[in-house]
């Protein structure tokens, strides 16, 4: 069974950063694709980035496109999500997800992930 930890949330000004991370355990995380999520309240969880297994090729919404940055490290059986520039429009629950490579089906869609993390917590500030 895979256990993804995701952290690195938590509250900052707007056109500050954060880096969240994604650590996996339980499986082959080199052939995982690894997609970052996120839902703020009374909204549906929605596309932030993914990155093929392969790390060849990377996917962002058009609201984070320029700003946020994936990245996978299979050394450290780690993904992370660099976020610049922050807006508050950018607060909300941030999930990590993964999925096998095998797997066939937009990176960009929840039901394509097997696997999630718990949530982590961030919070941008006017």
């Known amino acids: 069974q895979v256990h993804l930890a995701d952290s690195g949330g938590g509250l900052v000004q707007a056109g500050g950063s954060l880096r969240l991370s994604c650590t996996a355990s339980?499986?082959?995380?080199?052939?995982?694709?690894m997609g970052w999520f996120r839902q703020a309240p009374g909204k549906e969880r929605e596309f932030v980035a993914a990155?093929?297994?392969?790390?060849?090729?990377?996917y962002y919404a058009d609201s984070v496109k320029g700003r946020f940055t994936i990245s996978k490290d299979n050394a450290k059986n780690t993904a992370y999500l660099r976020m610049n520039s922050l807006k508050p429009e950018d607060t909300a629950l941030y999930y990590c997800?993964?999925?096998?490579?095998?797997?066939?089906?937009?990176?960009?869609?929840?039901?394509?992930?097997?696997?999630w993390g718990q949530g982590t917590q961030v919070t941008v500030s006017s």
């Open positions: 339980g499986g082959a995380f080199s052939r995982y694709d």
């Open positions: 997800a993964a999925r096998d490579s095998r797997i066939v089906g937009s990176i960009r869609i929840t039901s394509s992930y097997q696997y």
């Open positions: 990155i093929w297994w392969t790390e060849s090729s990377t």
